[in-house]
């Protein structure tokens, strides 16, 4: 019985072990994943402004920085509502809350 004991505490380290290293592996994956889409929407970001447009969340211009840190936070989703110009040329991107209803 004791001994029975002890061969279960041996595996309950060693599944302990394995469960804190898997929930290390998938919160690496999440940061690689969040730090690969901040890069991309850096990237476009910069790109929008190159080209001469106005950068907005929910319909007031702001810093690329604070579109970032809005679209990063996990409780949001935001969709992009690209304005043009009569010449058809984007002149206008507005990054739009899009809050869930229930």
Do not use: T, W
């Not at 730090?35 to 990237?43: D, F, G, S, T, V």
């Not at 935001?78 to 040329?89: L, T």
């Amino acid at each position: 019985m004791l001994l029975l004991r002890k061969l279960n505490r041996s595996q309950n380290k060693h599944i302990s072990k394995a469960k804190r290293e898997n929930a290390e592996m998938i919160r690496m994956k999440k940061e690689n994943s969040r730090i690969q889409i901040k890069q991309a929407l850096i990237r476009e970001l910069e790109e929008y402004r190159k080209n001469g447009c106005i950068i907005c969340l929910n319909g007031r211009p702001c810093a690329p920085e604070r579109v970032i840190s809005a679209c990063l936070r996990e409780e949001s989703s935001y969709m992009r509502d690209f304005v043009s110009d009569d010449q058809k040329r984007i002149r206008k991107v507005d990054f739009i809350d899009i809050a869930e209803k229930e």
